[in-house]
């Protein structure tokens, strides 16, 4: 759809001979069908519904702003009433982390900074393949959207691991806990990286407005903060009232993130490209969550070592992490191959033997964007 005031299908009534449809190059000008024509003719099949399961500007930076605000503050509550102490004060703390996963952490590292380098560059080549046709292309500045929050992922693994190469934030738990060390770094990558896979999950895979994606968000980062801040609690009852009251919590948000699915089955056609893959993807961050949970509980029951415990969520959250941005790169393939077959279509096909579908794709009225 093209900010010209006239769409392609509001031409179709008269004759076929008399009202021909705009062809494609029109709007890809010269560039044909090379990748920067397919990323820039995605914009005219994927962003019509952006401003509808988005919202404003505005409101969506306010949305934003709210979920910064409530985990700032629930992080400087939880940590003025927990005054953690650095685990090397401790010598059990000490001995107990026994400098963590220096090796693990280095090769992570190095493979993360490499994937963090490429993940730039291929967003860079997309916004320089499509600021062209902003102002042209409508909505199409969102499709940078899922870049670059994957993008900011990496980033902030890369982050996690470098402090805890260092040593940096590794706190010590309350005596009734064994003063076992308390990976700060964690929780830090977690409160960023968490709200951006339930992004890409809820309002990029699923299509559901960034309203519908807060409260789970915001429920999320704050069971999360509660569940560390248990660890500093010497009162055994508060600490398992904190306990339960983030596994509650987790409940919660996963229920909502449920319903996304349930209303994205009801409501997106049949043909959208990966719909089944953007469903599993919902269902399996919650049994990732779970998981996680798990793991917590068993190194509460000291029925894992903090070594252990430090080694699986280091690990996890990579893969979780590189599973999304594979799988997004595969929804895209998806999309660009429906969006071949439409712009094939188009060009050699007269209008009445053109399915329904290429004309809603035509005319901007696909559910999601393109995704990267």
């Known amino acids: 759809q093209v900010r010209s005031g006239e769409s392609g299908l509001g031409r179709f ?17 010269s560039s044909s069908l090379s990748a920067g024509a397919i990323a820039l003719s995605g914009g005219i099949m994927d962003t019509q519904s952006i401003n509808t399961t988005g919202g404003s500007v505005s409101g969506n ?6 979920w910064v605000g409530a985990t700032l503050v629930t992080i400087a509550v939880a940590f003025v009433a927990a005054r953690p102490r650095d685990c090397f004060d401790s010598k059990e703390c000490t001995e107990s982390f026994g400098g963590g996963v220096r090796h693990t952490n280095k090769f992570a590292m190095v493979s993360l900074c490499v994937g963090f380098i490429i993940q730039c560059m291929t967003t860079f080549i997309l916004f320089v393949k499509t600021r062209g046709m902003v102002g042209i292309v409508k909505d199409i500045e969102y499709t940078f959207v899922p870049p670059l929050l994957i993008g900011v992922a990496l980033f902030m693994l890369l ?11 590794i706190f ?51 069971y999360m903060i509660l569940a560390y ?4 609690v010497s009162m055994e009852p508060l600490r398992w009232v904190l306990i339960a009251a983030a596994f509650i919590m987790f409940a919660w948000a996963s229920y909502d993130m449920s319903m996304w699915v349930a209303v994205f089955r009801a409501t997106a056609r049949d043909g959208i490209p ?21 793991v ?7 029925l894992v070592t903090p070594r252990e415990e430090l080694i699986f969520f280091t690990t996890a959250n990579i893969v979780v ?23 094939v279509k188009l060009k050699v096909l007269p209008i009445d033997q053109l399915l329904p579908s290429d004309l809603e794709a035509l005319k901007g009225g696909a559910e999601e964007p393109l995704m990267d």
Request: net charge positive; with cysteine; proline share 5%.
């Open 13 to 29: 009534h008269g004759s076929r001979h008399e009202h021909k449809l705009p062809r494609p190059q029109v709007l890809i000008r």
């Open 61 to 66: 930076l306010k949305l934003i702003a709210g």
């Open 159 to 169: 982050l996690e691991n470098l402090l805890l190469f260092k040593g940096y934030f």
């Open 321 to 343: 992490k590189l599973i999304f941005l594979i799988s997004f790169v595969g929804i895209r393939a998806s999309q660009f191959y429906d969006l071949l077959v439409t712009l």
């Open 296 to 302: 917590y509980l068993a190194g509460m029951f000291a």
């Open 229 to 232: 801040s248990a660890y500093f």
């Open 274 to 294: 990966s719909r089944t893959l953007r469903c599993v993807l919902t269902i399996a961050l919650i049994a990732v969550f779970f998981l996680y949970g798990l």
């Open 172 to 222: 010590t738990s309350a005596d009734g806990v064994g003063s076992r060390p308390v990976f700060a770094p964690i929780l830090i990558e977690w409160c960023v990286n968490v709200p951006i896979l339930l992004i890409l999950a809820g309002y990029s895979g699923l299509n559901r407005p960034l309203a519908d994606v807060s409260r789970p968000l915001v429920v999320t980062n704050i």
